[in-house]
């Protein structure tokens, strides 16, 4: 059993950035994949990024070279760095976790955080 706890999220301006963080309880942490998903109104939830238990990282096209996924096993948690913030980027974003490898699809996750919100303002 995995707890997932988000934060960071917040109001920014157009290029900003911003900081998630997602905290986890539970055994074995190093041996879960990672993920980070987010869903804007109307819209489906959708992937952002994966990191397997070693660190491998994977991104999903829309993010790529603007957001980081890394994590500290010692610490239980995985963070999202996110520069150059478009309105776009505006969702609730979500942290999941799967004793499994990475993967960009929501319905392979086990996890699930209750969400944080970020919104870009233009």
């Known amino acids: 059993q995995v707890q997932l706890v988000e934060s960071g999220g917040g109001l920014v301006q157009t290029g900003g950035s911003l900081r998630l963080s997602c905290a986890a309880s539970g055994r074995n942490f190093g041996s879960v994949a990672m993920g980070w998903f987010r869903q804007a109104p109307g819209k489906e939830r959708e992937f952002v990024a994966a990191i397997s238990w070693s660190g491998n990282t994977y991104y999903a096209d829309s993010v790529k070279g603007r957001f980081t996924i890394s994590r500290d096993n010692a610490k239980n948690t995985v963070y999202l760095q996110m520069e150059s913030l478009k309105p776009e980027d505006t969702a609730v974003y979500y942290c999941?976790?799967?004793?499994?490898?990475?993967?960009?699809?929501?319905?392979?996750?086990?996890?699930w955080g209750q969400g944080t919100q970020v919104t870009v303002s233009s």
């Open positions: 999941a976790a799967r004793y499994s490898g990475r993967s960009s699809n929501s319905a392979d996750y086990d996890y």
